[in-house]
């Protein structure tokens, strides 16, 4: 681990305002905000990289359709410009991307900013570096959360551990954020919390199943990226293939591995393409188009005619694909949790040997042998992703608890704005279930452009932990429309916010939420800092 410090029997100890476990990509701009704001930060970290699902887990943002406009943070829009000037400071562009205002290097449908990880991992450490250099910022990398110290509401440290030595590391704050992919510290520290699915008894959902299902999570996905190369890349044939290659779940119209999957809004079998390095472009709104029908376009990161020409022989693409959803299990509070995983990145192999020999070609023939997985572009060995991207985490109970009838179009009625008092930001992206652990196929339903309540961030009793990723108060249902990245990134920069606001008043986050004259000052220095509380009078989709 990097980091000054102390030592205590054998253990070191750091020190700070504020913990920040978890360096996803809701923990960068809850750290941003507490640094920007003077406050002295430690920031945790499992994985290599810093930045969660944007960096660690290969995924480029999923965002809505006004995102060029309005809808996000003015920290958020930045990183986003960040990530576009890397490229026009660092990349031979064409003179199309060159003078593309809203440059996609990736082309892909799925964003209106589809790129390498790397170059968001970049623009994230430089974002950071100032802080590092001048001792305010303290990262501890690699580390877990493996215990926590709380005294009557008030958790007083929290220790984490070298994944790799065991070497473990006790953490002060005077506050503290969970920022971790699966709301980790939420058990530590004895924050009262759900996860999986409720009954519709105790939510008044529609989608809600009849009966609770701790159990029962989104899917998660091991991602790859790679390209295709002349010569033979096949990777070898993994010991568990003929497995994989017969799984198939009730609903999904064929084996894994093929290329049929549901469609998420009709849920009817079908067939996806794979058009390798295409000369024209599909396009797609996300109103009406989920964007994967063609599966190497979808989420492409770096498409040849972006740059100048013969630089790229070949497209670079992330696979974050519906064949890839891993439903046998959940990785939250089991003891299973790392056959789990291990068996998610099986599948994912196996997915990726069979695009190389088996999968059916346009030109009749089967399987790729070109293709080429790239873990150099991964930071991997192995060519896969460093984390699976997670989908679903704990949540805290909260003092509000967004639920499906407060966003969803059909729920509502109409699809207009989804206000709620105390709004801390805003978010906007269709209730988007995977297929679950539990069996369940997709659930996709029209989303009115929502708020992000303050009580929402806020525990019922925890005093000084507060959420800032997937771990808010939302239900399963709902769970799948605020999990995305612009989301997440504004979760945890008012989470930040909220942290240093407390900080300077000597408040806690309880009495702030509770005070309307308090909520409305808190509200008004996130308006100073970029953070919009409201949105204009648009529609969902």
């Known amino acids: 681990m990097s980091g000054a410090g102390g030592r205590t029997r054998g253990t070191r100890t750091v020190g700070a305002e504020v913990a920040v476990i978890g360096g996803g990509l809701g923990s960068v701009a809850a750290a941003l905000a507490l640094l920007q704001r003077g406050r002295r930060v430690v920031l945790t970290e499992e994985f290599p990289w810093l930045g969660g699902q944007l960096t660690s887990q290969a995924v480029p943002p999923d965002e809505h359709i006004w995102v060029e406009r309005f809808g996000v943070t003015a920290r958020y829009r930045a990183l986003r410009e960040d990530i576009r000037r890397y490229y026009r400071d660092h990349y031979p562009l064409s003179a199309a991307a060159r003078a593309d205002r809203e440059l996609n290097p990736g082309r892909g449908r799925v964003s209106r900013l589809c790129h390498e990880p790397r170059v968001a991992l970049a623009v994230i450490e430089a974002l950071l570096a100032p802080y590092r250099s001048s001792g305010r910022l303290t990262v501890l990398q ?36 969970d920022g971790t992919e699966t709301g980790d510290l939420l058990p530590l520290t004895g924050t009262e919390y759900v996860v999986g699915a409720e009954a519709r008894s105790d939510t008044g959902e529609p989608s809600a199943p009849e009966t609770a299902d701790p159990a029962n999570v989104q899917s998660i996905a091991w991602c790859f990226v790679f390209d295709h190369a002349p010569g033979d890349h096949t990777i070898p044939r993994p010991d568990d293939y003929d497995h994989w290659r ?46 994967d029908r063609d599966l190497w376009q979808f989420r492409r990161i770096a498409a040849r005619q972006t740059f100048t020409e013969g630089l790229y022989d070949s497209d670079i693409v992330l696979a974050n694909w519906p064949q890839l959803d ?22 994912s192999r196996a997915y990726v040997h069979w695009l190389q020999t088996e999968a059916p070609r346009p030109d009749g023939g089967h399987g790729w042998p070109g293709l080429r997985l790239r873990g150099d572009l991964v930071g991997t060995d192995d060519g896969f992703a460093q984390a699976p991207y997670i989908r679903e985490s704990r949540r805290i109970r909260a003092l509000t608890t967004v639920r499906e009838q407060d966003i969803s179009i059909k729920a509502r009625g109409h699809g207009g704005p989804a206000r709620f008092e105390g709004s801390v930001g805003v978010g906007m992206y269709r209730i988007d279930l995977h297929p679950s652990t539990g069996g369940d196929n997709y659930i996709d339903i029209e989303s009115a452009p929502f708020e992000i309540p303050l009580g929402a961030l806020v525990p019922v009793r925890t005093q000084n932990l507060l959420p800032a990723a997937k771990n808010i108060g939302t239900t399963h249902i709902t769970n799948g429309a605020y999990r995305l990245h612009p989301v997440e990134w504004n979760i945890g920069e008012s989470a930040g916010e909220l942290a240093a606001f407390c900080l300077d008043r000597g408040l806690s986050p309880q009495q702030v939420a509770t005070d309307p004259a308090l909520v409305d000052q808190f509200q008004r220095r996130l308006t100073e800092a970029g953070v919009e509380l409201h949105w204009p009078e648009i529609v969902g989709y």
Do not use: C
């Open 246 to 291: 017969s799984l198939e779940l009730p609903f999904w119209g064929a084996p894994m591995l093929s290329f049929t999957a549901p469609d998420p809004r009709t849920l009817a079998p079908e067939e996806r393409t794979l058009i390798v390095n295409p000369e024209q472009d599909g396009s797609g709104d996300p109103r009406f188009d989920a964007g």
């Open 142 to 177: 690699p580390a877990v959360p493996v215990a926590a110290e709380v005294v009557d509401g008030v958790v007083r440290s929290v220790t984490v551990a070298d994944p790799h030595t065991g070497a473990e590391t006790v953490v002060t704050a005077e506050y503290v954020l």
């Open 326 to 347: 891993y439903v046998g299990g959940s990785v939250i509070d089991t003891d299973d949790r790392e056959r789990h995983l291990a068996a998610a990145k099986a599948q």
